[in-house]
């Protein structure tokens, strides 16, 4: 195989060598983008295209009053201005939420309820021109109270919602595990520590931002390009929103400029989009601008306290965790229906804690609505964040080594598959191994002697450690759907004559390469060279029906269909290869990559030679090389890793430096490793955004502060660390090859190992723990009150 | 975003950019480097009804020292000043600040006249000016005139250049051989505006005695602000490290910062100490003075 | 972001005056910086079109204005709400009036406003201190004005 | 309507058009120029993803200048820096060392890392975090990127590097 990446990646794989699989083969699809030929959305023009805008509500919670948008109208290049008024004339002024257990507005019906919220669309001649119609439409409001948290939220003064049945501002209670026997657990337990732990509001935030164009052909069938990590469920919501069948519904999702879980919800105005197309009879074009984007949704905002008990050798004994979560104005969370709090229950993370509890109240308040993703949708990057920095918290007060009380939790290689207190069942994992490769490569005894020697000196060094798990893959069908359908992958594989082929998923790359590695799969399978396939994905027309990319789900779930899709193609090979040789199929063994007679060496046909068979000479047996296949996973996957920051603040501005940051990751069976680094690199890069700069934060009269790149801070390459990396591998059992993943591990992972290291750093000054982001100012914020404690005795 | 509409006129000549500014008055803007105009007018925070482009003007754009002065003209990039090897030679404090005035692209079309002229409240240029003790070259209807930097810097986004008027020029006083300084930021990344920056520069006698200050503080006020007690209580005296730090005390004093995103008034005001006090240090060690 | 502000004027006239003065759509209207049109539409209600320089932000805004007199003279409250930039500001103002006994009126004044929309996030790094004199000038306006009489 | 005519000469070629004095030098790159490899993704002049150069080697960002600015002046994009279906080392540099994901801030990061080179052909680790700071990336945490522009400075300093490897 040619190809390999010059810049070897830090990344070795512990697993045995392959022929295409392993191996960091440079990417297929970069040369379109290192020449400005990717195709991203506002690339795609339609003749006689209009350019929609949106209105915004610059108040939180108001009712509208009046609409007014004769003075918009008059600008020149106006098409029209639409409304609620007419989108429920239409029966789409409502969108129902991917987990089903709400509907959104897409525009503005009687009121707003958040700050930015669309309105009105409008839709003109000219991109300028519209932006000159959204100053004109004139909105009555009048303002009502802001409810901006959920502890507000939930003394349901102020109903936001009352086009709901309940007249409550709560919108579900989820719990799992035992309550009953964990406080028990507690009130024997030596020790019991308690802390409160925020994890904030963020986003995504793609550089590309959304956008979509939708056409009604002469033929009355809406083509929609469209932004879209998941084109099938689109067009599943389409035709459950619009009632339009999926075989008048054409969604294209072109090349993605990153996406990270922002591409996933259905936006309003996309819809409106689509409305536009529809009533205007003339393609419609909306292409977000940073602030449509940074305010339609989010991720996290969680509010978890969380009780840990331990015997006094540090034998973790229970843990419960009781959380009070913001959702926002409409409960847009794209969770499985089953799991309104994604796979929260992973909180009790890498550790065998005997008995577990966990509790959660979800409010509306009037934010943006969302809680979808930033490399997780599911709710993974909270419950390890707060397991991981709930056990230093512990460390510190049983006055052990972080890495001890871990080593003396762990779940052992041997408990696999390893049914947890809230429910998962882990397929496999090899903790301590992973942690010590870690503790080996970054020096941990030398670092330790380098603070005890600083922390004479009064300077303040940190050391932080994350061992975290995550599940990911979703997944089974009998657990996990999104508006009803269940999240299997399909695959599809044609082998062409020449040995090259085609292969198609459900599954939609933002940036994650799945043009080689779905290439390196099937290559590994069939013994073809991953040179010679075309990956296709995110046309509707042409791509098996599946769940989409997000939730690390991709090399979980569309990766398995693949394997398994090739392996089918393997097997009907067997029977052409047997008519060519004249051999039983019986006869047949495939070994080093081809067909052997059993017991004749040297009789052997190589796939290549089989796929010109198949249509030059099947013999009797159905001609061609295709195959389709739809997996429906037996379980999650669980990946792990361990991490481990090392920092030094100052003191006096509070500023943390990361001087050395290191992840170990063990997600299975790894397919490209030059991949998988970047993918690391990638999301540890968000995970230290998140950990130190990032926020969308409300002020009091419900403004969101974070409207823009000047307020919501992406890191450039100044801030950002150098990463070190590097793998082990315990392959996932069920998973046909072994492969777990990785996406979103980094991202999961590391802001714990940052928190941990600055709270270690500031531990001499009794500091416990600060809430994300952790900002100059707030960390001499913490020194400052720790230095006036001190004085004050 | 798109700005709203507006009606671009070419200058040529300062005589044809005046002639525009005359006409228009308080309708027009001069466009420059754009940098800090043309996002407003994206957000439709500004919306000029003219913009008066000074870009074409060649004889604008020159950074040469001349009769004591480096002159830097209304054109000149910050990029200019960032790469001109006699700056990195003999001007330690634009060194510095020319590295992290926005980001490295945007100091390619920024300018020093601009930024001093737009008077941000967190402009670097500003209080680099100030511990300079620039003077800016203002065009009126009389002529031009010279102002120095102190009276040019009037409040947020106000100088002393009026309606139909413009700057020409930033006129610096050469720092000679026992001159130097440093500037002190803190930022919350590449391309924020400072949370709080100190601009310091040191001047010495023979004698070991600080001969000159210039100490500027930005971010922690309305505009840029010189921290007058800090430099008199300076002037004539020996460097010690107990003379660095009551200096340094001075800042907070006349700071007041707004809180915002990047910190409290409390945080932001101890940092005046903070970067006040950092950059007399680092200025002395460029002097090679141990204090 | 909610902005409160106060000050004091000092009035060379009797309470009367400065009472009928502030009951006055028309004057009260003159006092605002930079106001471009006056529309009453009652003796408690007219709208403004103002033009404002806030910092790098320009442009003009148009405001909405109650005037709520308080029973016994000697409080009147202020509502203005308006827009502009996608954004809104409502203002709730009021002034004390005292009568100070040589012909002059004391004017304790307050308000409280509160910004939403791009104006406030995009522009809040510096709308506090610019916002201040806004109003300070207004209520300094209404002085002169009086004054002027 | 504000209209002013704008000619200017991108990757050589002469691109003229009438325009509103508002059009931003993004959006004549892309509508007027047809050249899409120029991307847009911020308003407020942060995220760099649109930096093309400026008559030679001056990287600005093409959504923060109006294109009548640059009338009379040459603009080098993206699209003119593999010549005859060649790639300039910084483009092969960028795909060796996985400098690039989802592509979108690739054009604007590897003409600023031209630009660099330009000022400094042997850029330390650190110089290259600096000078690249005005390109934002999402995805691959700049680590790479800066593997690609060590790559791409050695190939550019020793022609006969980028001949060899040609064989």
């Known amino acids: ?793 | 975003m798109f700005p709203a509409s507006f009606e671009y006129v070419r200058a040529h000549s300062s005589d044809e950019a005046f002639a525009h500014l005359q006409q228009h008055g308080s309708d027009a803007r001069v466009l420059a480097g754009g940098q800090s105009l043309i996002p407003a007018m994206r957000y439709r925070l500004a919306r000029p009804a003219v913009l008066v482009d000074i870009n074409p003007i060649k004889e604008f754009s020159y950074l040469r020292e001349e009769n004591g002065f480096l002159v830097i003209g209304a054109t000149t990039r910050d990029a200019q000043l960032e790469f001109a090897p006699f700056i990195k030679d003999r001007y330690s404090l634009i060194t510095a600040v020319s590295a992290v005035v926005a980001d490295p692209i945007v100091r390619h079309m920024g300018t020093v006249v601009g930024s001093i002229c737009h008077n941000d409240p967190a402009g670097d240029w500003t209080a680099t000016a100030l511990a300079m003790r620039a003077v800016m070259v203002v065009r009126g209807p009389n002529g031009t005139r010279q102002v120095p930097i102190d009276q040019f810097l009037v409040d947020s986004y106000t100088t002393a250049v009026n309606e139909g008027e413009m700057a020409l020029e930033v006129r610096i006083p050469i720092p000679d051989a026992h001159t130097q300084g440093s500037y002190q930021k803190i930022e919350r990344k590449v391309g924020d505006y400072a949370t709080c920056a100190a601009a310091v520069q040191l001047a010495m006698n023979a004698d070991g005695t600080i001969r000159q200050a210039g100490i500027a503080i930005t971010a922690s006020g309305p505009i840029a602000m010189r921290v007058a007690a800090a430099e008199s209580m300076l002037v004539g005296q020996r460097p010690t490290l107990e003379l660095l730090k009551a200096a340094a005390a001075e800042a907070p004093k006349i700071a007041s910062p707004n809180a915002d995103q990047r910190g409290s008034s409390e945080y932001k005001k101890d940092m005046t100490r903070v970067l006040v006090g950092r950059g007399l240090k680092q200025a002395l060690e460029r002097l090679g003075v141990t204090a | 972001m909610k902005l409160e502000y106060n000050g004091s004027e000092q009035v060379p006239l009797s309470k009367p005056a400065v009472w009928e003065f502030i009951n006055d759509p028309q004057k009260v209207a003159s006092c605002l910086p930079d106001v471009q049109q006056v529309t009453v539409h009652d003796p408690k209600n007219f709208d403004a079109l103002v033009s404002i320089g806030l910092g790098p932000v320009r442009g003009k805004f148009k405001f909405k204005i109650t005037l709520e007199p308080q029973e016994g003279g000697n409080r009147m409250n202020v509502r203005i709400s308006g827009g502009g930039f996608g954004s809104v500001v409502d203002l709730l103002a009021g002034a004390d009036l005292k009568d100070n006994g040589d012909n002059t009126t004391t004017l304790d004044w307050s308000g409280a406003a509160t910004m939403r929309g791009p104006i406030a996030t995009v522009g809040g790094r510096v709308l506090d201190s610019q916002a201040q004199k806004l109003i300070a000038g207004t209520f300094a306006n209404v002085k002169t004005r009086m004054a002027g009489q | 309507m504000n209209e002013v005519n704008v000619s200017m000469k991108i990757n050589g070629k002469t691109v003229t058009g009438s325009v509103e004095s508002r059009v931003l030098l993004a959006h004549f790159i892309r509508e007027q120029g047809g050249l899409t490899g120029t991307h847009v993704g911020c308003d407020s002049s942060s995220c760099g993803v649109c930096t093309v150069l400026l008559d030679g080697y001056t990287p600005v960002k093409s959504c923060t200048m109006y294109a009548v600015m640059a009338d009379g002046h040459e603009i080098t994009t993206v699209e003119s820096l593999a010549v005859g279906g060649k790639l300039h080392p910084m483009q092969q540099a960028f795909w060796d060392q996985h400098g690039l994901q989802c592509g979108y801030c690739t054009p604007g990061m590897m003409l600023s890392s031209i630009a660099l080179l330009k000022q400094n052909p042997n850029p330390t680790e650190h110089e290259i975090r600096e000078g690249l700071s005005g390109n934002l990336c999402r995805c691959t945490g700049y680590n790479n990127i800066v593997k690609a522009v060590q790559q791409a400075a050695q190939v550019m300093n020793q022609p006969e590097l980028a001949a060899a490897a040609d064989d």
Request: net charge negative; hydrophobic share 40%; aromatic share 8%.
């Open chain 1, 1 to 793: 195989m040619t190809d390999i990446a010059q810049g070897s990646p830090e990344i070795v794989t512990e697993q045995p060598a392959k022929f295409a699989m392993g191996k960091s083969m440079k990417r297929k699809e970069d040369p379109r983008f290192l020449q400005g030929k990717g195709n991203y959305i506002d690339d795609i023009n339609l003749k006689g295209q209009l350019y929609m805008a949106l209105v915004h509500s610059p108040y939180p919670h108001a009712n509208i009053r009046g609409i007014d948008s004769s003075e918009a109208m008059k600008i020149p290049g106006a098409v029209a201005v639409v409304t609620s008024k007419e989108l429920n004339a239409y029966n789409v002024g409502w969108l129902p939420t991917f987990h089903g257990l709400d509907k959104q507005m897409v525009l503005a019906d009687g009121k707003v309820l958040y700050q930015y919220q669309e309105v009105a669309a409008v839709y003109a001649e000219t991109r300028e021109a519209a932006y000159d119609m959204i100053e004109l439409v004139e909105v009555d409001y009048e303002p009502l109270e802001v409810v901006n948290n959920p502890f507000k939220a939930m003394k349901d003064d102020v109903l936001l919602r009352p086009d709901r049945e309940a007249k409550t501002n709560h919108i579900y209670n989820w719990n799992v595990g035992d309550q009953g026997a964990t406080d028990a657990a507690l009130a024997t337990s030596d020790h019991v520590v308690k802390q409160h732990v925020v994890f904030p509001r963020v986003h995504a935030a793609p550089l590309e931002p959304c956008g979509c164009i939708a056409e009604f052909d002469v033929m009355g069938r809406l083509q929609f390009y469209v932004t879209s990590q998941a084109p099938h469920v689109y067009r599943t919501a389409l035709f459950l929103v619009l009632g339009i069948p999926e075989d008048k519904i054409r969604v294209i999702s072109p090349d993605l400029g990153g996406g990270f879980g922002n591409k996933v919800p259905v936006y309003p105005g996309y819809v409106c989009a689509i409305a536009g197309a529809l009533v205007l009879q003339r393609p419609v074009k909306w292409i977000e601008t940073r602030t449509e984007n940074l305010t339609s949704s989010f991720a996290r905002d969680y509010h978890m306290d969380i009780e840990i008990g331990a015997t006094k050798e540090g034998k973790l004994t229970a843990l419960k965790v009781n959380t009070v979560a913001d959702h926002g104005a409409f409960d847009a969370a794209a969770d499985p229906s089953k799991y309104p709090a994604g796979m929260f229950g992973i909180v009790s993370g890498s550790y065998d804690f005997p008995v577990a509890y966990a509790n959660l109240d979800a409010y509306f308040t009037n934010k943006q609505p969302g809680g979808v993703a930033y490399r997780c949708s599911f709710r993974v990057t909270e419950a390890s964040y707060l397991i991981e920095r709930a056990m230093d918290i512990v460390a510190d007060e049983l006055k052990m080594d972080p890495t001890e009380l871990r080593r003396k939790n762990f779940i052992q290689k041997e408990q696999f598959p390893y049914k947890s207190p809230l429910n998962f069942t882990y397929d496999s994992g090899d903790y301590e191994h992973t942690m010590d490769v870690a503790l080996e490569k970054i020096g941990y005894k030398q670092l330790l002697e380098e603070q005890a020697e600083k922390r004479a000196r009064g300077e303040l060094m940190g050391i932080g450690i994350s061992t975290f798990t995550e599940v990911t893959g979703a997944g089974p069908s009998k657990h996990f759907d999104i508006l009803g359908i269940k999240m299997f992958d399909g695959a599809e594989i044609r082998i062409h004559p020449s040995g090259s082929g085609i292969i198609r998923t459900g599954t939609k790359s933002q940036g994650q390469g799945h043009e080689t590695t779905w290439a390196q799969i099937v290559a590994e399978e069939l013994g073809l060279d991953p040179q010679n396939f075309l990956v296709e994905e995110g046309d509707t027309d042409t791509a098996p029906y599946g769940l989409g990319t997000y939730a690390s789900r991709s090399t979980p779930v569309a990766g398995g269909a693949l394997a398994l899709a090739a392996r089918k193609i393997r097997e009907k090979a067997r029977k052409i290869a047997a008519h060519v040789l004249e051999v039983s199929e019986h006869d047949l063994e495939w070994k080093d990559y081809a067909f052997h007679v059993m017991g004749a060496p040297g009789k052997t046909i190589t796939m290549k030679e089989v796929a010109f068979a198949a249509y030059t000479n099947p013999g009797d047996n159905e001609p061609g090389l295709e195959a389709t296949l739809y997996y429906d996973p037996p379980n999650m996957v669980f990946p792990h890793g361990t991490y481990v920051a090392v920092v030094d603040v100052d003191r006096d501005t509070g500023e943390t430096k990361v001087r050395r940051f290191l992840a170990v990751d063990d997600a299975g069976t790894i397919i490209n490793p030059m991949i998988v680094e970047g993918q690391i690199h990638g999301g540890l890069t968000e995970g230290f955004a998140i950990a130190f700069m990032q926020e969308i934060a409300y002020d009091e009269a419900g403004n969101n502060l974070a409207t823009n790149f000047t307020d919501y801070l992406i890191p450039t390459s100044l801030e950002s660390p150098h990463w070190e990396t590097a793998a082990t591998c315990t392959p996932s059992p069920h998973h046909p090859i072994g492969a777990k993943s990785v996406g979103e591990s980094p991202n999961v992972g590391s802001p714990a190992a940052f928190v941990n290291a600055v709270i270690d750093a500031l531990s001499p000054l009794g500091v416990r723990h600060i809430d994300m982001p952790l900002t100059r100012e707030k960390v001499w914020a913490a020194i400052r009150t720790a230095e006036n404690a001190v004085a004050a005795d």
